[in-house]
């Protein structure tokens, strides 16, 4: 089993950034086989969609939307990975989630709100 916690979200005017966070918690064997981990954000009245991801394969994939924009690493702490988010629209307002998938199941954070303001 694995815990993920966000941090990072909050309110921002356009062309702003802002950076987030995902933590993941559990056991050294289940972080150690998390094979997938990145974020994703669902905006009111739309499907939740895929932003940035560390896949298995050791590659990054992000949406095209968010290309140029948006920067996934791997964070300072142990067990992180953090979203840096430059040059945010007011279409990038939504609930992020971070994801990780291990085992073949898919573990998710509660999510963190961001809102940018036009």
């Known amino acids: 089993q694995v815990q993920l916690v966000e941090s990072g979200g909050g309110l921002v005017q356009a062309g702003g950034s802002l950076r987030l966070s995902c933590a993941a918690s559990?056991?050294?064997?289940?972080?150690?086989?998390?094979?997938?981990m990145g974020w994703y954000r669902q905006a009111p009245g739309k499907q939740r969609e895929l932003v940035a991801v560390?896949?298995?394969?050791?590659?990054?994939n992000y949406a095209d939307s968010v290309k140029g924009r948006f920067t996934l690493s791997k964070g300072n702490a142990k067990n992180t990975v953090d979203l840096q988010m430059n040059s945010l629209k007011p279409e990038d307002t939504a609930i992020y989630s971070c994801?990780?998938?291990?085992?073949?199941?898919?573990?998710w954070g509660k999510g963190t709100l961001v809102t940018v303001s036009s």
């Open positions: 559990g056991s050294i064997f289940s972080i150690a086989s998390i094979m997938v």
């Open positions: 560390f896949t298995s394969g050791g590659s990054t």
């Open positions: 994801n990780a998938v291990l085992g073949g199941s898919n573990y």
